[in-house]
């Protein structure tokens, strides 16, 4: 069970995480940013890369690295923004295809009030980074998805072992009731015989009480039975009747405890 607690707190810890990432997807960047390519001479291109502070405080020690492609292509900074300025940072590059692109996304670190932070931006939407997202949740998916079956199948298989031990402990104890009321029931039948005589069945129950434990509903059978037979006005024939019906029930009693507990 520890082991189970363990990976389903890693599995919470998973899904917190994708939670985060899926989350800040919808919140609004502190920095915006754009790119674009401008040609030079010798098939030469230029990268103008423009941020805005969308802030109400001032971002200091700015980075940005540029990726297309998973790979990151230049770095710019540091600077610093006041709330609301905005700059242009420019760039030599080889390729066109470094400033633009459907795979274009910028990482931005900036400290703000004492604090690093570190924001993943998509460069078409200029919204949080859908390919970073694939790229960090690609790999967790599967592993995600293997634990949770794995924590799943864990909870089946020890609930199910749980369930066949409980089921084997109940008919061990039922059994062993079983082995001592039997006897005890057969016993108080031939030593009682059905007599009658209200003592000879009290002496003969009370001494059945005393080796087996017997259910509610048969020991107030009994004093229902032992009052018609203690009643020196019935009949004797209401008495043999009285004594045949508790034979009767002591009987079944024994074979509905086998049924419904012993197996």
Not at 39 to 68: A, D, M, P, W
Not at 104 to 124: H, P
Request: hydrophobic fraction near 40%; include cysteine.
């Amino acid at each position: 069970m520890s082991i189970l607690r363990g990976a389903g707190i890693i599995a919470i810890l998973t899904l917190l995480l994708a939670s985060e990432l899926l989350l800040s997807a919808t919140e609004t960047p502190m920095l915006a940013v754009k790119a674009r390519t401008v040609r030079q001479e010798g098939h030469r291109y230029q990268c103008l890369v423009s941020l805005t502070n969308q802030t109400k405080i001032t971002l200091t020690n700015i980075r940005v690295t540029v990726f297309t492609n998973q790979h990151a292509r230049f770095n710019l900074g540091p600077f610093n923004l006041t709330s609301g300025q905005a700059t242009v940072l420019q760039q030599n590059i080889d390729k066109e295809s470094y400033c633009s692109g459907r795979d274009l996304f910028f990482r931005l670190a900036y400290e703000s009030q004492g604090t690093v932070s570190e924001l993943i931006l998509d460069g078409e939407r200029n919204a949080p980074s859908e390919a970073l997202m694939r790229s960090i949740l690609t790999p967790l998916m599967p592993w995600g998805l293997g634990l949770l079956s794995a924590i799943i199948g864990g909870w089946f298989t020890h609930h199910l072992s749980a369930r066949r031990e409980r089921e084997k402990d109940r008919v061990a104890r039922s059994t062993k009731l079983y082995d001592v009321l039997e006897p005890a029931v057969r016993e108080f039948l031939l030593s009682w015989g059905a007599n009658p005589v209200p003592e000879m069945l009290r002496s003969n129950f009370y001494d059945l009480q005393r080796k087996a434990t017997l259910g509610s509903e048969i020991v107030q059978f009994y004093r229902e039975t032992y009052k018609v037979l203690a009643d020196t006005g019935q009949p004797l024939n209401r008495k043999q009747e009285a004594a045949a019906e508790l034979d009767k029930r002591m009987r079944t009693y024994i074979q509905n405890f086998y049924a419904e507990n012993a197996v």
